[in-house]
């Protein structure tokens, strides 16, 4: 009889075990789907005139068959903290200053109740004007390109503070979108020719791809009128918004360098090679996020958003088994893709809530982006744990939502 419910025992679990492996290594499908036009091609780019008759190729692109996926569906089964409703960043390679500029009103509401809407332009023209002064003082070896990083801004804010976007707004006249195309293919070919004929003049290169700025986006202004008080744009910063920026601390989480000091995150958006980013085992990484995000703070997050997980018509963003399993993501693997650069530094975007479903986080993502208009929830995405410990790379949060880490750093 022993021997009987022995025998029996191991039949029941011969028949068992591919059943549960097979939810446990659950297999994903690669699909190829047909690319349509989405919000870029169908709104943004037919309202930029000289490019509406340029035809969209047809094409396909590997993605995931989501059958069997419970996701979730909308904003409204997250918790989330205030921020202002998702604008476009248009036809420009900006979304650095969008995710960044949302960031920081999030935080001023979180610390003074105010609600404010900032200017995403005014950094953006100061930054041109820093990236074309290093461009001629590291005589055209320095970067010249539209990408930038989270800390960008507030290198920006502390040397000519900020405004209100009413103050200095995002689109003129007709414009339903930004659109910098024009602009940057002008300063970038100045700069070209400038590196060509050696004229190595700073005054006179400034005050170029100033006139180049000012004739695009605006003269940004030197006073601003808000509740009946004047102030220029530091004063704004400092007495009306109150933001120390100081108290902000950027979170990188590779292998490469050393865990527990200060480095440079080495990507091309990172054009002046700040060296200040604090570098974490990738489970710290993930607990700060889990963390901060719970007791009320919100982060601008950086890294590569362009994989066959990202879904926009589902608002998703998600890890698929045929790149890796879930219990295979770590810090290896997470280093492997930096260094073959099948992960880069592509987008940056707000993370301003969070959810739990079938015991795993998922958090909510503010974004400037098109494709986060082509779903349900326009300008959000829903991206997965998974996808954060595998695919962010960096985030920028307020130094109290980091807990004692930073103790850890000489």
């Not at 396909?60 to 998702?86: A, V």
């Not at 695009?216 to 004063?235: D, M, R, W």
Request: charged share 25%; net charge positive; hydrophobic share 35%.
């Amino acid at each position: 009889m022993h021997r009987l419910l022995i025998i029996l025992f191991i039949v029941i679990n011969m028949i068992a075990l591919p059943n549960i492996n097979a939810q446990i290594h659950k297999k994903d499908k690669v699909i190829f789907v047909e690319k349509k036009p989405g919000f870029y091609q169908n709104v943004i780019m037919k309202s930029i005139k000289e490019l509406r008759a340029k035809p969209v190729k047809k094409s396909k692109r590997l993605t995931i068959d989501l059958t069997g996926y419970d996701l979730p569906k909308s904003i409204d089964e997250f918790k989330y903290y205030w921020h202002n409703k998702p604008v476009s960043q248009g036809n420009t390679g900006t979304c650095w200053s969008f995710a960044t500029t949302s960031f920081f009103e999030s935080e001023v509401y979180r610390q003074t109740k105010k609600k404010v809407k900032l200017s995403e332009m005014y950094t953006v023209y100061w930054e041109y004007v820093e990236k074309a002064k290093e461009f001629v003082r590291t005589r055209g070896q320095s970067l010249f390109a539209q990408g930038s990083e989270a800390n960008a801004v507030t290198r920006i804010w502390k040397k000519y503070g900020i405004v209100p976007e009413k103050d200095y707004p995002r689109i003129r006249g007709k414009q339903k979108f930004p659109d910098h195309s024009q602009m940057f293919k002008e300063m970038y070919t100045y700069l070209q020719s400038v590196k060509t004929d050696n004229a190595w003049n700073e005054k006179l290169v400034l005050s170029t791809i100033k006139s180049i700025l000012n004739n695009y986006i605006g003269t940004p202004p030197q006073k601003i009128i808000v509740e009946n008080k004047s102030f220029t744009p530091l004063q704004y910063l400092h007495n009306y918004l109150k933001l120390n920026l100081d108290d902000y601390v950027d979170i990188l989480s590779y292998m490469q360098a050393p865990y527990f000091k200060q480095v440079e995150y080495k990507v091309p958006d990172n054009w002046w090679h700040s060296k200040d980013y604090y570098n974490v085992p990738l489970k710290d990484f993930t607990k700060i996020v889990k963390s901060a995000i719970r007791n009320g703070y919100t982060m601008s997050i950086g890294g590569d958003v362009s994989e066959p997980g990202r879904i926009p018509e589902k608002d998703v963003f998600i890890i698929p088994s045929f790149d890796i399993p879930s219990e295979y993501i770590d810090e290896n693997a997470r280093q492997f893709r930096f260094s073959n650069k099948t992960t880069t530094d592509d987008h940056g975007i707000h993370l301003v809530g969070y959810m739990q479903k079938n015991g795993k986080d998922w958090y909510l993502i503010k974004d400037s982006a098109s494709s986060s208009r082509d779903g349900n929830n326009k300008g959000y995405y829903f991206m997965s744990f998974d996808y954060l410990k595998l695919k962010i790379m960096d985030f920028m949060v307020h130094k109290d939502a980091v807990g004692n880490i930073l103790n850890k750093f000489k």
